[in-house]
């Protein structure tokens, strides 16, 4: 199935200049378009169909914190937790446990019986005339658009190596934590974060969930 999959080049975000998808067939599959020359995190992204027009945008919140993912009438939400260590897109309930310049990766999704459903895989490899490209897989069509736009954004995230969430410290109560994901979080600099990993600070330690979901309910 050639549709399932869509490479980015590894480079594409550092040169800092509008961007190419493409599917395996070599036709295109996303421009990524910033009007304001890619010059700043806080810019917004458009990214444009292959028949040309808008259909999906990435663009920062008014801290540069979470990224907002745009496509057609929906909404997701990028959450950079730890940067170049954990990443949520709120709306497709995924989790990367890694970072974007040290692929392999997966998107991961929690079911009844798994916290590790690959939904998407992220390798690289040399394609056609391209150069070192991302591959995106995924086996679910409909998430492929998605999955190709929230690279991206996590891409962005660490190229202006911007602010994290940190992680919800264990022990916490589910109100402390809804008060620091919404009300308080103003976002740890990469140079805190740097600090506190140093410190072995349980805001920086990332915990990946093991057994089955379905045995804590």
């Not at 808008?54 to 009438?73: G, H, V």
């Not at 009844?112 to 995106?136: A, M, P, Q, W």
């Not at 620091?180 to 600070?201: C, H, M, P, W």
Request: neutral net charge; proline residues 4%; hydrophobic residues 35%.
């Amino acid at each position: 199935m050639k549709f399932n999959k869509v490479y980015l080049q590894r480079d594409a975000i550092a040169r800092h200049e509008d961007f190419d998808t493409w599917y395996e067939d070599g036709d295109l599959f996303y421009h990524f378009e910033n009007k304001k020359g890619w010059t700043a995190e806080k810019q917004n992204i458009s990214v444009i169909g292959r028949m040309g027009g808008e259909n999906a945008a990435i663009r920062p919140d008014n801290r540069c914190l979470n990224y907002y993912l745009r496509f057609e009438r929906y909404e997701y939400i990028l959450h950079p937790y730890v940067i170049n260590k954990h990443y949520y897109i709120e709306g497709m309930l995924w989790d990367l446990y890694g970072s974007f310049s040290n692929p392999p990766f997966d998107f991961v999704t929690e079911t009844r019986t798994s916290y590790n459903k690959k939904d998407v895989h992220v390798k690289t490899r040399l394609f056609r005339d391209k150069g070192e490209c991302f591959e995106i897989h995924v086996p679910d069509l409909t998430k492929l658009r998605v999955a190709v736009i929230a690279l991206v954004a996590i891409g962005i995230k660490e190229e202006w190596k911007g602010l994290s969430e940190g992680e919800d410290v264990r022990g916490n109560t589910w109100i402390q934590r809804l008060k620091d994901r919404v009300f308080e979080n103003k976002g740890l600099t990469y140079e805190q974060i740097q600090a506190l990993e140093r410190e072995g600070s349980p805001l920086v330690e990332v915990v990946k969930p093991q057994g089955r979901p379905i045995d804590n309910i």
